[in-house]
Structure formats: structure tokens, C-alpha cells
DNA sequence: CACAACTTGTGAGCGACTAACAGTACGGTA
DNA sequence: TACCGTACTGTTAGTCGCTCACAAGTTGTG
């Protein structure tokens, strides 16, 4: 037997999601997000309007699709428990971001990062959506059932974290991914925080 | 002639928007944001859904209608300008959200924010516009034409400190606007910076 | 009173998104 | 191999947010 390998249907499942999604990207940058719609991502993917609903709720997710949160809070659980929160939570993003901009899907972040930076309704799901990461974030800090004062103040610490990130990811993305990211997230945190946060520092 | 005073036209353009828009929070509390249609508020308001959109851009604009970006820039541009950023604009938050807690819009401020906790697509609008305070933050620090360097650096402490507030603000919906709103934003904001925000603090 | 400016309602239409139904291909089973 | 439940897909129709074009009524002005 052929090992325990996906099945043919699974197989294909994510392969049409793929291709809907790289269609989708293609289009979007070639016209800009607001000016496709998603009967043309379907007819260019060869799939029908529906099926691309199937895969992805919202037009939106052809774009937010994968979530980072995993990483971030992976990231943070695994740095020194004595280091206060910010220190914690920053330096982790600075090693995740570091991680994603070497990777090869670095072009494929910077085209969602690029349509996010001009489409309001992308920005604006991105920003929601780091409210999860930040409940990510404290989680990994505080486990499962915490107090509400401590996670209120993780909270705010992560999501402060989180929105200087985000002025790097904008930085990033108008500067066409020529700067060095994780170089710019610790800056970023560094003009917040009045703190190092490269992880060549001690 | 009756010295200045806004015309009849004006008069009723103000009193139909502000109607509009009573009629809107209230069915909105009443059964989500999601579950009314603009049509639902222009019957209720004896409109058409036309006349709602000709005073409300979007739907989502019946809650989120009305800025404080020109409130908040003007308290960061009175604080003392050898203060560190962070701390300026920290502190100007504080004071800002302690006249607007205390206004007569309170209780219209809390029902905004209960919406906007609860209804994704409010939240997300919400942190959006952040960005637009951002900006005008970093404009009330730098002025019109701003270093792209300096700007970046505002940018981050700015966009750090309005995370922290957003914190506060939904755990005062959460909790029906019972605690002490400045208070509760200080406190995410020194959960943040490790800094008292406090004002009578010296 | 006449004319311009403004506001509103109506109707048609686009696009995102959902629900219901039907057809087809896959996966395991006898 | 033949069979059947399951999953995936397409089609159709419909709702809702939102825009445009046009007509009609009201307000302000000479």
C-alpha cells in the first residue's frame, strides 16, 4: 500500500485552493482587489463562484488566508520565562518575522502585505485579526484559564506589540520588501518601547 | 435677517442624519448589527434607504460616525514637547478619554463600543480608522512634512499606544462602562511601557 | 414670481454571499 | 467487479449592501 499519503480527494481539495488562491493574488495585484471580482477569480481558477466560496468564506480570505498566530505564540512560550512580557512577546516576533522573510514564502507575503497596505478592507481584517494573535499571545503566556487582570495586561502589551509590527509590515510592504524586515519590527518595537529587540543583544 | 444661524436645509439635514442614526443604534442594540438592514433603518427613521446612504456612506458609518482623531491630536500637541513620545501621547489618551467619560456622549460612546466589541466587521472598521489617529497623531508631533524615519518612529509609538487603549476600551464594554475608563486606560498603558500614565502623577 | 440649488424617492443594476437541489467522482465494501 | 454512501461541484434563485440615473418636490435668492 502506498503509505497512509493524503487521499486522492484530499490531494486534490488543497490543490484547487491553491490554484484559487494564486489565481486570486494574480488578479488582484494585476487590478487591484476592489476591481476583481470573485466570478473572475472563479472563471480564471476554472471553477465556478460557488466553489471558490467552498474553500474561502469571505473574498477577503483569498488574500488572509494563513494565520501566523501558531508561530508568534510558539515563538513566545519559548523564550525565557523571567524576560518581562514585552521583552518576551517582541523579541519573538522579531525571531518569527526573520523566519517568514527567509522563507520562500516571502513573495507571497509581501503580495498580501502589498494589497493590504491599499485595500481598506484588508487592512481592516488584518488588523482584526490580530486581536486572535494577541489571545494567542495570552494563552501561551498564561495558559488556558487566566486571571482577567493578568490577561488585560498581556493583552495590552501584546496588542501594543502587534500595532508597532504592524507600522514595520506597512513599511515593509510600500518599500517593496527591500528593507530588512526583522530589522524594521525591531525598530518598530524599539521607537515604542525605548528598548532593544534585536536577538543579537543580551 | 436672523444674524447667521444655519438655514432651514442645513437645520434638517442635521436633525434627519441625527434621527437616522438614533433609530440605527437603537434597532442595532435591539437585534444585532447583522440581523438590521438599512432598510429596516429607513422605515424606522420614515426614510428611504436611499436618504440613509446619502448621510451615511456605508452601514458600517451608523455606529462609527464621528472622530476624535482632531480631540486627540490637539491633547498630544498640548503636552509639554520635551516629554518622550510615548509618554505624550499616553498621557494625552488618559485625558482625552477622561472628558469623553464624563460628557454628555458617555452613554452613546458605550453603546457605539458595545456594538463594535461583538460585531467583526465594526471591530475591524474601528482599528482601521486607528490608523487614520495615527496619522494625525504623528502629524500634531512632526507637523505637515514629516522625516519618513521620524514619522515611522512616531508612527510606532502612536499606533503602540492606541492598541493599549483599544484594550481598555473593550474590556469597559465588556464590563457595561462600570470601571473607571481613564483609569482602565492607564492601566493597559502601563501594562505596556512599564510607566505611570496617571496624570496626577508627576 | 421665476430660477437655481438642494434634498429626496424610485427603479434598475452590480457584486458579495447563502441556501437548496442535482449531478458526478471518489472510497470502501461485498 | 459491482455497489453505495460520502464528498465535491455546478446551477439557480434570492437577500443585502451599495451605486447610478432620473424625476419630483422644497428651499433660498434675484
Redesign the interface.
Known sequence: MSGEGPSLRERRRVETRRLIQSHALRLFAERGFDDTTVNDVARASGVSAMTVYRHFPTKEDLVLHGRYDHLVAAGVAARPADE?P?RRIGRALVETVRDLAGSADRELLLARLRLMVDT?AL???H??S??AT?QAIAAALLGDAPEPDAE??????A??????M???LT?WAREDGRPDLPGLVA???A????EEFGDDVD
Chains 1, 2 share one sequence.
Open positions: 518581562p514585552v481598506p487592512r481592516a481584517r488588523l482584526d490580530q486581536f494577541q488585560f495586561r498581556v493583552g495590552a502589551a496588542s501594543a506589540c502587534l500595532a508597532a504592524h507600522v514595520a513599511r525598530a518598530a518595537l521607537a515604542a518601547f525605548g
